[in-house]
Nanobody, 115 residues
């Protein structure tokens, strides 16, 4: 069992930046991939960014060029650097771990982009 705890959310003005962190209770080295998802009010949860064990990354079109996902295996942590934030980025952001078909989720951290 892997527990994931997100942090770093908050209120930020449009154009601002936030860095989300995801701390895992166990090793993430063996995970096929780690990812960030988000769910805005009234919408379905969607993929934001994913990073594989080999370091390959993939991003939703809506965040390409603005968000960067990274991982620190030694710290069992995954990060999401979010720049040039827009009001439409407002959502609860969830960390996800994919252990070769078994998925784990954190409880989420709220990001609100508003002036």
């Amino acid at each position: 069992q892997v527990q994931l705890v997100e942090s770093g959310g908050g209120l930020v003005q449009p154009g601002g930046s936030l860095r989300l962190s995801c701390a895992a209770s166990g090793s993430i080295f063996s995970m096929r991939a780690m990812g960030w998802y988000r769910q805005a009010p009234g919408k379905e949860r969607e993929l934001v960014a994913v990073i594989t064990g080999g370091g390959s990354t993939n991003y939703a079109n809506s965040v390409k060029g603005r968000f960067t996902i990274s991982r620190a295996n030694a710290k069992n942590a995954v990060f999401l650097q979010m720049n040039s934030l827009k009001p439409e980025d407002t959502a609860v952001y969830y960390c996800n771990a994919d252990r070769w078909g078994t998925y784990y989720w954190g409880n989420g951290t709220l990001v609100t982009v508003s002036s």
